[in-house]
């Protein structure tokens, strides 16, 4: 599928000597501010023969994206960066300059980032985009850039190239755009491809199919340094993994053998982090920061407990957008699903199936075209917004930008005051200010203790606190009118591996707490698999498939479901 | 200068590392630039100046000496003397109270009424907010002195028409700011996660939606007052404004017109105050804008 070298311009002399490898890099330090702030990156080693693929993971804030940019000179301005060795194909790129890089970047080592929208430029089509670097790497006429471009992004699977070299990067989908942002990279045949998070924003069967393509391009003899903060998706293709954290590499080795034997505790915390295949109920991040034993929490008792009225019960939701120029866009299509009482009911679906749609019917923030939403056994969608108010403290939100659904103005003090004395908590007849002040204090207190976080947070903005801890306000704030059912709208799409663990672990502590019924809506089916009790699948605006969780993942009927399942990332 | 200054400060990591903090300082737990520093202390001088104009200033604004006319600056005169032998430096100080106070106060008119009409447009639905948007495109189609030359020509001039003239001709800018700004902040995250919560609509315009809207007037009115002072003071050069002998900068700086080939600090000194208030007033605006940012 990918022709072979065959361009002797772009061929250095050192591809045809094994021994040396693609890069080496020997006690790489970057450091950024002042000099008494630690490093980000201290003391980092590592080589890459031609045609291996070596996955570096952490979490963020380990150091593995600077270490990624100093392979390519693009560590910015303000950064301090020394090694004993740094070199590519056995020529040292110890403080070449900005010029020096620019020849480099592109004809001996191609970049790929996580973004593919930000990273094109929206104006130009992705022909000349990704001609650019033949443009300025090599004397090619413009019949023959073309052509070769062509020749490129066929071979990083866009087949009738001829499409989609026109188009601009708004126009192509997720997938394609990553394609075109790979074939950018590899439009010179770099021996070296660096790629930072290059499936982070991909749908589980894009991301398959750029994993695949990179798989290709490393069989075809180009090293690959491969950054990600998961360590399922790198076990597909890496070769060698080495684990950051805190700016070094605590361990090293061969995929396999870091896999199955981790030595070092953060890998095992990461490992451990990883949520597909782990049963429901098991904690996925430990308590104390050590690597968690697996502990089966004592299992729910769902459905029987409670009799026969659904904690939601959705019937024939229609939800259609009319788009710019009168098309019509059937987002939801005749979707029915029943939570039960006291269980979890994950949606899982790629983007652009309707899974977001639904929660916001469910919410009853939009109006259904055609359908009902039932809360409780009562109606709830068919209600005036003025008479579902004072029902709306029995359903809490988790939000996926969390960040965004918090008032920029407030603190976190201010955030759960707010949500405490709100609707459904009213204030007890003869109920003063200062008393009303003293039980949004003590419950304050009640709600942090139980989402984990210390007082010592209250005065901040949520834009000073880190992911996780902002996930944990979300939640908290969700829990303080007390609710029945909490509607979970990818609630850790944003967060590391370790963190997600943790904040799952947190929403299946407080669930059991509460006895809560929960909607959640992920795109992933690990994290799906691990929290759910039942699961709807969701392709193009319909449920497609829906049973109890291990029935789904173990034996799943439709051939949709099948294609996602097989597309997932396990530790291999 | 002044600008990479900014700049460089407010991208946060300067290039060169230490050495790149040229113009930063930091006092006690607050980091300013030096620009920031000194536009403080430029409005501390003027703030005094209008209230307290005695301070810095002992002698009578008004006061004739035919005698010292058309001198130069001097130690007796730091900014020299006009045509009837008044102080240029104690005119100048003076004035400063009547500038400022037109310039606030038509800012401040400027605000409330394109906050009124931006609000009313961004809440009471699509038939209003056509409306409010078609006047408002009207009122664009005239240059803003234009609109305020018309209000002063309707009304007579003076100092009470200028500072409203102003204001108006201002505020159908900081609508259309106000009106976007109002929505943006409607259809945020945050206002949904409001209705989630069960809030009524009322509390939610009172407590997220219009205090949101409403705070980024703070950083827009301290950038007006500098154009709204450089704007009455056009007013009054041209005599529409305050009316000489009264020492308000524009009216000097009209004065001094006559005579600027000979006497060139009777409008050099007025006209460096001018300059001096509009640019202080934008490096405060643009300080309150960086730090709300990042709070």
């Given at each position: 599928m990918i022709p072979p070298r065959t361009d002797p311009a772009t061929t250095s002399a050192a591809r045809s000597d094994p021994a040396l490898p693609a890069l080496r890099v020997r006690n790489l330090r970057v450091a950024f501010g002042d000099p008494d702030t630690p490093p980000a990156v201290d003391g980092v080693s590592f080589d890459v023969a031609p045609g291996e693929c070596l996955a570096i993971v952490g979490e963020s804030g380990s150091g593995k994206s600077v270490t990624a940019r100093s392979l390519l000179g693009l560590t910015g301005p303000g950064a301090r960066l020394s090694a004993d060795d740094l070199s590519l194909a056995g020529e040292s790129v110890l403080g070449l300059s900005e010029a020096a890089w620019r020849r480099r970047r592109g004809r001996d080592v191609g970049l790929v980032l996580q973004d593919a929208l930000a990273s094109l430029d929206p104006l130009r089509p992705i022909v000349r985009e990704i001609g650019d670097s033949l443009r300025l790497h090599t004397r090619q006429s413009g019949t023959e850039r073309t052509a070769r471009v062509l020749e490129i992004l066929e071979s990083v699977g866009l087949p009738d190239a001829h499409r989609y070299a026109g188009r601009r990067s708004g126009e192509l989908s997720g997938g394609q755009r990553q394609r075109a942002l790979i074939a950018a990279a590899l439009a010179l045949d770099p021996p070296l491809l660096v790629a930072d998070e290059p499936t982070t924003a991909l749908d589980v069967t894009v991301q398959a199919q750029v994993l695949r393509l990179l798989e290709q391009v490393r069989d075809r003899g180009t090293a690959i340094v491969l950054i990600s903060h998961d360590l399922a998706v790198v076990s597909r293709i890496a070769d060698r993994i080495a684990v950051m954290h805190d700016g070094r590499i605590v361990e090293t080795g061969p995929a396999a053998q870091v896999l199955q034997n981790p030595r070092h505790a953060e890998t095992r915390r990461m490992l451990a982090a990883v949520p597909v295949d782990k049963p429901r109920g098991s904690r996925l991040a430990p308590a104390d920061g050590t690597a968690p034993a697996t502990i089966v929490l004592s299992a729910r008792t769902p459905t029987d407990a409670h009799p026969a009225v659904p904690a939601l019960e959705a019937t024939g939701l229609v939800k259609t957008f009319t788009g710019p120029h009168g098309t019509r866009h059937r987002a939801v299509h005749d979707v029915s699903f029943r939570l039960e009482q006291g269980s979890t009911l994950g949606i899982v679906g790629e983007s652009g199936s309707g899974k977001t749609t639904t929660a916001r019917l469910v919410l009853a923030l939009t109006a259904a075209d055609a359908g009902e939403v039932r809360l409780l056994g009562q109606p709830w969608s068919s209600l005036a917004e003025a008479g579902r108010r004072e029902r709306r403290p029995l359903i809490g939100a988790v939000y996926q930008d969390v960040l965004a659904s918090f008032d920029p103005r407030l603190s976190v003090r201010e955030i759960l005051g707010h949500a405490i004395t709100g609707p459904g908590t009213p204030a007890a007849p003869g109920e003063g200010r200062g008393a009303r002040r003293a039980r949004q204090a003590s419950r304050t207190r009640v709600l942090l203790d139980e989402v984990g976080l210390v007082p010592g947070i209250l005065d901040k903005r949520p834009t000073d606190l880190s992911g996780g801890q902002r996930q944990r306000v979300g939640i908290a704030r969700a829990l303080a009118s007390r609710p029945r059912i909490l509607i979970c709208d990818e609630p850790v799409s944003a967060l590391d591996v370790s963190v997600q663990a943790q904040v799952l672990d947190l929403l299946d502590e407080v669930q059991r707490e509460h006895d809560l019924s929960v909607l959640f809506i992920s795109h992933d089916l690990g994290v799906i698999q691990h929290v759910s009790d039942r699961v709807a699948v969701m392709h193009e605006g319909r449920v497609v498939e829906t049973g109890p969780a291990e029935q789904v993942f173990a034996a799943p009927r439709n051939a949709y479901t099948q294609a996602l399942l097989g597309a997932v990332p396990r530790l291999q | 200068?002044?600008?990479?200054?900014?700049?460089?400060?407010?991208?946060?990591?300067?290039?060169?590392?230490?050495?790149?903090?040229?113009?930063?300082?930091?006092?006690?737990?607050?980091?300013?630039?030096?620009?920031?520093?000194?536009?403080?202390?430029?409005?501390?001088?003027?703030?005094?100046?209008?209230?307290?104009?005695?301070?810095?200033?002992?002698?009578?604004?008004?006061?004739?000496?035919?005698?010292?006319?058309?001198?130069?600056?001097?130690?007796?005169?730091?900014?020299?003397?006009?045509?009837?032998?008044?102080?240029?430096?104690?005119?100048?100080?003076?004035?400063?109270?009547?500038?400022?106070?037109?310039?606030?106060?038509?800012?401040?008119?400027?605000?409330?009424?394109?906050?009124?009409?931006?609000?009313?447009?961004?809440?009471?639905?699509?038939?209003?907010?056509?409306?409010?948007?078609?006047?408002?495109?009207?009122?664009?189609?005239?240059?803003?002195?234009?609109?305020?030359?018309?209000?002063?020509?309707?009304?007579?001039?003076?100092?009470?028409?200028?500072?409203?003239?102003?204001?108006?001709?201002?505020?159908?800018?900081?609508?259309?700011?106000?009106?976007?700004?109002?929505?943006?902040?409607?259809?945020?995250?945050?206002?949904?996660?409001?209705?989630?919560?069960?809030?009524?609509?009322?509390?939610?315009?009172?407590?997220?939606?219009?205090?949101?809207?409403?705070?980024?007037?703070?950083?827009?009115?301290?950038?007006?007052?500098?154009?709204?002072?450089?704007?009455?003071?056009?007013?009054?050069?041209?005599?529409?404004?305050?009316?000489?002998?009264?020492?308000?900068?524009?009216?000097?700086?009209?004065?001094?017109?006559?005579?600027?080939?000979?006497?060139?600090?009777?409008?050099?000194?007025?006209?460096?105050?001018?300059?001096?208030?509009?640019?202080?007033?934008?490096?405060?605006?643009?300080?309150?804008?960086k730090r709300m940012r990042h709070a």
């Open positions: - | 200068m002044s600008e990479l200054e900014i700049q460089a400060s407010a991208t946060g990591r300067s290039p060169g590392g230490p050495s790149g903090r040229v113009g930063r300082l930091r006092i006690g737990r607050l980091r300013v630039t030096v620009v920031e520093l000194a536009a403080v202390l430029v409005a501390l001088l003027l703030l005094t100046a209008a209230v307290a104009p005695r301070l810095l200033a002992p002698g009578d604004p008004l006061a004739i000496d035919p005698l010292a006319a058309f001198g130069a600056p001097s130690w007796a005169h730091w900014f020299g003397t006009d045509e009837s032998g008044r102080d240029i430096y104690t005119r100048v100080i003076d004035g400063a109270g009547d500038s400022l106070l037109i310039g606030l106060t038509a800012t401040v008119i400027g605000l409330v009424l394109g906050a009124v009409l931006g609000t009313v447009a961004g809440t009471l639905g699509a038939a209003v907010d056509f409306t409010v948007n078609r006047f408002l495109e009207v009122l664009f189609a005239f240059p803003g002195l234009l609109l305020a030359l018309l209000f002063i020509l309707v009304f007579g001039p003076g100092p009470g028409s200028a500072i409203v003239a102003v204001g108006l001709s201002t505020a159908p800018g900081y609508a259309r700011i106000i009106r976007a700004q109002l929505l943006r902040v409607r259809s945020a995250a945050f206002v949904e996660a409001a209705t989630v919560q069960g809030l009524g609509r009322r509390r939610i315009l009172t407590r997220h939606i219009l205090p949101n809207t409403l705070a980024p007037l703070l950083v827009l009115g301290t950038l007006g007052v500098g154009q709204a002072i450089v704007w009455a003071a056009a007013l009054s050069y041209l005599g529409l404004g305050a009316q000489p002998p009264a020492a308000e900068w524009g009216a000097m700086l009209s004065a001094g017109r006559t005579y600027i080939t000979s006497s060139w600090w009777m409008s050099f000194f007025p006209g460096l105050f001018i300059v001096l208030t509009a640019v202080c007033a934008t490096a405060l605006g643009r300080a309150i804008e």
